[in-house]
């Protein structure tokens, strides 16, 4: 699947919600998804980023998309239960949701990590995630195939040292994405989640400020996989941890 070709047309007539669309991955994901075919809600933080991709994706002439500024820090279940009548109004149903966002905390040795590091990183890393996803969940059931794409790291499969709430956070998605697969079986509702691999981004970044980056994938470079559990190809798989990398 981190070969994935789509065709022209792979996406058409898909309503795609990306978290943390405005920046790093999730800016090239939507991009992509808008670029064979689907109509993206671009949800995240900072509404300058959000309009820069919005104002990219129109000028190339990929189908409109639509903008849910909402910073997940201090987002109530309130909040995702509206969004979630908003897109029912909108488009009728959601046919994917590319739970992206994160945040990394600091990394620090166990010992030293403060509570404030704790509560950000797990309520946006994990309790936004939660609440959004469950909040969604009538709107996907209205699709004939949905998929929720979960995304993980190599620290949310072995834990490393100083990597901590981080990398807590990150086994949390691993197992959520475990469950909601399981429950959903044989619906119509796939989970599944992604490992990017190191990529260069601003994240990655301040977790490695010596590295050059130039070394690195680019965003763009690990479409394929982000696009292939996006794609119809993808409708058998599910419970799957992919890597958008080959090691
Ligand atoms: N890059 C890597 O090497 C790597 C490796 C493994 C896993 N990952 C995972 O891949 C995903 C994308 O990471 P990235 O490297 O692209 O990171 P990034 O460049 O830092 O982008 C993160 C995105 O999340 C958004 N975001 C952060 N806090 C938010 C909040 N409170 N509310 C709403 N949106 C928020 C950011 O919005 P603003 O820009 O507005 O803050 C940004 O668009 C993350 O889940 C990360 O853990 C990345």
């Not at 990306?18 to 949800?43: F, P, Q, R, S, W």
């Not at 990398?167 to 992604?194: L, P, W």
């Not at 260069?200 to 050059?212: H, K, L, N, Q, V």
Request: proline share 4%.
């Amino acid at each position: 699947m981190n070969t994935f070709i789509p065709s022209e047309n792979e996406l058409t007539g898909k309503v795609i919600l990306v978290t943390g669309a405005g920046d790093g991955i999730g800016k090239a994901a939507a991009i992509h998804y808008a670029k064979y075919g689907a109509t993206v809600i671009l949800l995240g933080k900072t509404v300058k980023k959000l309009e820069a991709v919005y104002d990219e994706i129109i000028e190339a002439g990929y189908p409109q998309p639509a903008i849910i500024p909402l910073d997940l820090k201090g987002a109530t279940q309130k909040n995702y239960r509206d969004m979630a009548a908003t897109i029912e109004s909108e488009f009728g149903r959601l046919d994917g949701l590319l739970q992206n966002a994160s945040v990394l905390g600091a990394l620090t040795p166990f010992e030293h990590i403060l509570d404030e590091t704790w509560d950000l990183v797990m309520k946006v890393n994990v309790t936004a995630q939660f609440q959004m996803t469950q909040a969604l969940m009538p709107v996907l059931k209205k699709s004939p195939q949905a998929s929720i794409v979960f995304t993980s790291s190599s620290v949310g499969r072995k834990g490393r040292c100083f990597w901590g709430t981080y990398s807590i956070s990150k086994f949390a998605t691993e197992g959520m994405m475990q469950v909601v697969a399981d429950e959903y079986e044989n619906t119509n509702i796939r989970v599944n989640c992604i490992n990017p691999g190191a990529t260069a981004t601003t994240m990655r970044a301040r977790a490695y400020p010596s590295e050059d980056q130039s070394q690195l994938k680019t965003p763009d470079e690990i479409m394929p996989t982000y696009l292939y559990l996006m794609a119809d190809q993808s409708v058998s798989v599910n419970g799957q941890s992919l890597d958008a990398q080959s090691k």
